[in-house]
């Protein structure tokens, strides 16, 4: 069985979490904030709150950046689906814009068309987030001079994107956004086993986030309400938080991580070099690289050409699966699962999400796949196809 994805672990990150078991603080302590310095420091951003997951910290993010009942967030629809999730959670209304044919990512173009028809009805989205799909960037530098024409907030969504980089800058230094999210389930680029970071470069989202990660407690004395001395302690719940603390343990293995994160995104760029080379031959797109792009190379999305293919593309995703190839499908789009189709959303809503939905496969892409299992995969996609 040759996963998609899945972590990399040495000696190195499990005795940094044994370390840990073995010290005082198995939550609440002081690697956490050391993650988050080691992270900040990498992406070039002024403040990261680290949570536990990214899903977590889009909601925290959201909350942070005001989305309430009466707001409207955009996302992509090739996305996961906590991308969305996280504006119904605060009780918003979600949309799609429909992606780019060459880089999958939200389209500029859409973008911009349905600002401008949204702004004519007054519905303009509070937030919008895009998702660096695969690890490369969206056109953040437009989507940003969109949001100073229009006036909405941008959470980048760089849960695939750890590492890498857009116009030679870290993605994670917010050049271009309010806040960006990181994810670090074991899939992705770097792993925590669970955990998610926002990075920052605005004191008060970050100050807000931290509170709501935690309760909502505060015990800075600065930031609690006047009462009577008697009545003033060492901690006061100021807002509605919640408990999405990560722990000492997990940031152990955070922090031991990046010490090979580029060490990491070498190693997938040279699988999809591999990759490149080896599928040039056979009837599929491979990833297309926007030039401004440095990819984290997360997932390897291979576009089947159906017409010169005499399967379709459920059989082919058959097929490597039954040669035990866990191939995968990044993603269905949001609004075609049950739940956003019981909002009102139907079929071919977005055009392009839907081509691309009929015709993508993911296939394996991780630092620790060999070239052996890189051939079996070649292999069993030659035999699918030919
Ligand atoms: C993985 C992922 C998430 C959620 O990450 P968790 O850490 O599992 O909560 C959100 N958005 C995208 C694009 C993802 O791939």
């Given at each position: 069985m040759i996963p998609y994805g899945r972590q990399d672990i040495n000696q190195e990150d499990i005795d940094a979490v044994v370390n840990v078991l073995q010290s005082d603080f198995l939550t609440q302590g002081p690697v956490v904030p050391k993650f988050e310095k080691t992270v900040a420091h990498y992406c070039g951003s002024q403040y990261a709150v680290t949570v536990n997951s990214a899903t977590s910290a889009l909601h925290i993010a959201c909350i942070a950046l005001g989305v309430g009942k009466a707001d409207i967030v955009w996302t992509t629809p090739i996305t996961f689906v906590a991308s969305a999730n996280c504006a119904l959670y605060c009780g918003a209304t979600v949309d799609f814009v429909d992606i780019d044919s060459c880089t999958y990512n939200l389209s500029v173009e859409r973008l911009s068309e349905k600002l401008s028809i949204a702004e004519k009805r007054g519905k303009l989205p509070k937030v919008l987030i895009p998702v660096h799909l695969c690890g490369q960037p969206c056109?953040?530098?437009?989507?940003?001079?969109?949001?100073?024409?229009?006036?909405?907030?941008?959470?980048?969504?760089?849960?695939?994107?750890?590492?890498?980089?857009?116009?030679?800058?870290?993605?994670?230094?917010?050049?271009?956004?309010?806040?960006?999210?990181?994810?670090?389930?074991?899939?992705?680029i770097i792993t925590t086993g669970e955990g998610g970071m926002a990075l920052t470069n605005d004191e008060k989202l970050a100050k807000h986030m931290r509170l709501l990660r935690s309760h909502g407690i505060t015990s800075t004395s600065d930031d609690m309400h006047q009462r009577p001395l008697e009545e003033l302690w060492n901690y006061q719940q100021i807002a509605l938080g919640y408990n999405y603390r990560m722990t000492e343990i997990q940031a152990a293995l955070g922090l031991s991580q990046m010490q090979r994160l580029d060490e990491f995104v070498t190693k997938r760029h040279d699988i999809a070099t591999r990759y490149d080379q080896m599928l040039s031959s056979l009837p599929v797109v491979t990833p297309w690289q926007h030039p401004d792009s440095y990819s984290s190379c997360h997932l390897y999305v291979i576009c089947l050409k159906l017409g010169e293919i005499d399967k379709t593309h459920r059989e082919v995703y058959e097929v490597l699966r039954d040669a035990g190839i866990l191939v995968n499908l990044h993603y269905i789009p949001v609004y075609r699962q049950p739940y956003y189709e019981k909002m009102g959303f139907v079929a071919g809503y977005c055009i392009e999400a839907e081509r691309y939905y009929s015709e993508v496969i993911s296939i394996p892409m991780h630092p620790g796949l060999t070239e052996a299992q890189q051939n079996q995969v070649v292999e069993a996609l030659k035999k699918a196809l030919l």
């Open positions: 056109d953040m530098e437009a989507i940003h001079s969109l949001s100073q024409q229009y006036g909405f907030k941008i959470i980048e969504d760089a849960s695939h994107a750890i590492g890498g980089r857009y116009k030679n800058e870290p993605i994670g230094n917010c050049r271009y956004s309010d806040i960006t999210v990181f994810s670090f389930h074991p899939v992705k």
